[in-house]
């Protein structure tokens, strides 16, 4: 395996700890990670764990949804793609846990119940079971499971496109809970929400699947070559899933404030930085395209068409070729063994190996005498 940087390498975690420090800023500087007066306190534990808990899973959602995506569409059946499956399963696993520990920190904050409380156990269990929003929950942990299964289990573009459904339909129940639940426009707000998580999903979880595309491949050049074309052809679905995101939050911040003067307070703040931070990712994924990218396709040895033709098209044609050679082989042993049989059957019997039959006029003197 050719030696791999370590900024590259580090790449991944480092994003990890960089969302979650920013999430714990965020609560720190908003106010919401502190304890609300007049209502009972679940913790300290519980106020900072909920976030971190929420990140987990978010993350390691949009890495399943992502290996997805880039597996069914952007990388042709091979080592890549069993790779990516792989990933897709891993990630699901620690979806599914980070799940659970999100819906016991949800549940300790909604009922300022400590998790150290004797009741805690019973209350949780009639959440889960008689609440919506407990079974909600319940509900995506089950599917995180299930897709966790499918993913190491099926294989194939195919298998990967089917299994893409279930972390969609989590993110589709996902997008009615939280602020779009309580939004005055709620179908739009609830529309906006999906559109948003998807968007990031895919954006974010394909950027860690091409991470692992990239850093596993091995010194064969098709290896280098699949790599380089699964990093242009997901450059256009960063595109798309910048525009989505970026469209999605001008709409939920527009619900969610009443007026312009809401930009001054500490919500409109943290709105105006993720703005900020928007345009700089933008700008980023522009400079990665027009300049990485190409560089990229030239240093594995590709073309700038074969690097954008689809895989799946190339795949097609070299099955098609190995058919044909096939197929001529086939016909051409088929016609060897009628010219042979033609040929035994234009020799005289005695030199096909038969014995030579008796001479008629031999055996009638033979007779008569």
Same mark, same amino acid.
């Given at each position: ?70 597996? %069914? ?9 069993? $790779? ?13 846990? @980070?799940?659970?520990?999100? =819906? ?14 004797? !009741? ?36 194939? #573009? ?8 279930? #972390? ?19 179908? =739009? ?39 380089? !074309? ?13 525009? @989505? ?58 073309? %700038?068409?074969? +690097?954008? %033709?689809?895989?799946? $098209?190339? %795949? ?8 044909? +050679? ?25 030199? $096909?190996?038969?014995? #030579? ?13």
């Amino acid at each position: 395996m050719p030696p791999r940087p370590w900024w590259l390498i580090a790449a991944g975690p480092a994003a990890v700890l960089v969302a979650v420090l920013a999430v714990l800023a965020g609560g720190a500087y908003s106010g919401a990670s502190q304890a609300l007066s007049g209502f009972s306190d679940p913790g300290a534990l519980v106020r900072h764990g909920l976030p971190v808990a929420t990140v987990v899973t978010e993350l390691s959602l949009s890495v399943t949804l992502g290996s997805l995506v880039v597996a %069914a569409c952007l990388v042709p059946p091979g080592r890549a793609q069993s $790779r990516l499956l792989a990933t897709a399963g891993s990630a699901s696993a620690v979806w599914a846990v @980070a799940a659970v520990a999100q =819906l016991v920190l949800r549940y300790a904050n909604v009922s300022g119940t400590s998790p150290a409380s004797p !009741a805690f156990g019973q209350g949780l269990a009639q959440f889960v079971t008689e609440l919506e929003l407990g079974r909600l929950y319940l509900a995506i942990i089950m599917v995180a499971a299930v897709t966790s299964a499918l993913a190491m289990a099926l294989g194939g #573009p195919v298998g990967a496109m089917w299994t893409t459904l279930l #972390p969609l339909a989590a993110l589709a129940a996902q997008s009615t809970t939280g602020h779009a639940a309580g939004a005055a426009d709620h179908e =739009l707000a609830v529309g906006a929400m999906l559109l948003h998580l998807v968007g990031a999903a895919v954006w974010v979880g394909g950027l860690g699947s091409l991470l692992v595309v990239v850093l596993t491949r091995g010194e064969q050049r098709d290896d280098g070559r699949v790599a380089a !074309a699964a990093v242009a052809r997901f450059s256009p679905v960063a595109g798309w899933c910048f525009a @989505a995101v970026g469209i999605s939050g001008v709409l939920n911040a527009w619900i969610r404030m009443a007026s312009v003067g809401d930009l001054l307070t500490p919500y409109g703040t943290l709105m105006l930085v993720k703005v900020v931070l928007m345009v700089a990712l933008g700008g980023l994924g522009f400079a990665h395209r027009m300049w990485v990218v190409d560089r990229l396709g030239k240093t594995s040895g590709v073309s %700038a068409v074969r +690097r954008l %033709a689809p895989a799946g $098209r190339r %795949a097609a044609g070299h099955r098609r070729r190995l058919r044909r +050679r096939r197929g001529a082989r086939r016909d051409r042993a088929a016609g060897a063994r009628r010219g042979t049989r033609r040929r035994l059957a234009r020799l005289p019997a005695h030199r $096909r190996g038969a014995a #030579p039959r008796a001479d008629h006029g031999a055996l009638v003197h033979r007779v008569e005498l």
